[in-house]
């Protein structure tokens, strides 16, 4: 079983629309969350971190994080092309200090 | 507010080459993180460094591979005699340390071995 996984997709939503991209994992004693996104050719930018069970908004992101559930997803309000990319959930576990990352999903914003 | 930087974006080598990729982190972060990544896949993580100190290597490292931090500021990592399955982008992470676990990613070093 992976730690960390996620749906590939691809996702394809329209514009304006909210995408729904979520993450599941195995690590019991997980405490730190990342959502980072992801253009083809380009390196990982952090755009959400959570640590507490709940929602947590930062402009058209929210995170929300389900520790008994081991589920955590990422909501993209008023979907535009521009967020067309891979999202990668991301993971800390237990007394590690490294990133474990899922496969990621390739979410596609239709104009 | 630099980021993180790495050198060379591309590389691109013979098999049996030995090579070697420089990340500067942010500057007032005290970890410092590679990955490897390949196509399709989310980011492998390979060693991790708190200032000067390498506190964890995975499993997946080969002794082909070798990190450095001299002076807790900037890293290196060599490949010794590397092989086609080595082709990947290498992914330099830094972040602040203590209870911040936020990491910040550079560019990357992208490998292509032929």
């Known amino acids: 079983q992976k730690e960390v996984e996620q749906n590939s997709g691809p996702l394809s939503v329209p514009e304006g629309a909210i995408a729904s991209l979520n993450c599941t994992y195995s690590?019991?004693?997980?405490?730190?969350f990342f959502w980072y996104r992801q253009y083809s050719g380009k390196s990982p930018e952090l755009i959400m971190s959570?640590?507490?069970?709940g929602d947590k908004e930062d402009g058209r992101f929210t995170a929300q994080l389900n520790k008994a559930s081991q589920y955590v997803s990422l909501l993209i309000r008023d979907s535009q092309p521009s967020d067309s990319a891979t999202y990668l959930c991301?993971?800390?576990?237990?007394?590690?200090?490294?990133?474990?990352f899922g496969s990621g999903t390739q979410l596609t914003v239709l104009p | 507010d630099t980021g993180v930087s790495q050198d060379p974006r591309h590389k691109i080598t013979k098999r049996g080459q030995n090579v070697t990729f420089r990340c500067d982190p942010i500057?007032?972060?005290?970890?410092l993180y590679w990955y490897r990544q390949t196509l399709g896949q989310g980011p492998e993580f390979l060693t991790y460094?708190?200032?000067?100190?390498?506190?964890?290597k995975s499993r997946l490292l080969s002794d082909r591979f070798s990190a450095e931090r001299p002076k807790g500021s900037f890293s290196t990592l060599e490949i010794q005699r590397t092989e086609q399955g080595d082709s990947a982008m290498y992914l330099c992470?830094?972040?602040?340390?203590?209870?911040?676990?936020?990491?910040?990613f550079g560019p990357g070093t992208r490998l292509t071995v032929t």
């Open positions: 992470a830094s972040s602040l340390g203590g209870n911040l676990y936020e990491q910040y």
């Open positions: 500057s007032e972060h005290n970890r």
């Open positions: 959570i640590y507490s069970n």
């Open positions: 690590d019991r004693v997980s405490q730190s």
């Open positions: 460094f708190q200032n000067e100190a390498q506190l964890e």
């Open positions: 991301a993971v800390i576990g237990g007394s590690a200090r490294q990133l474990t």
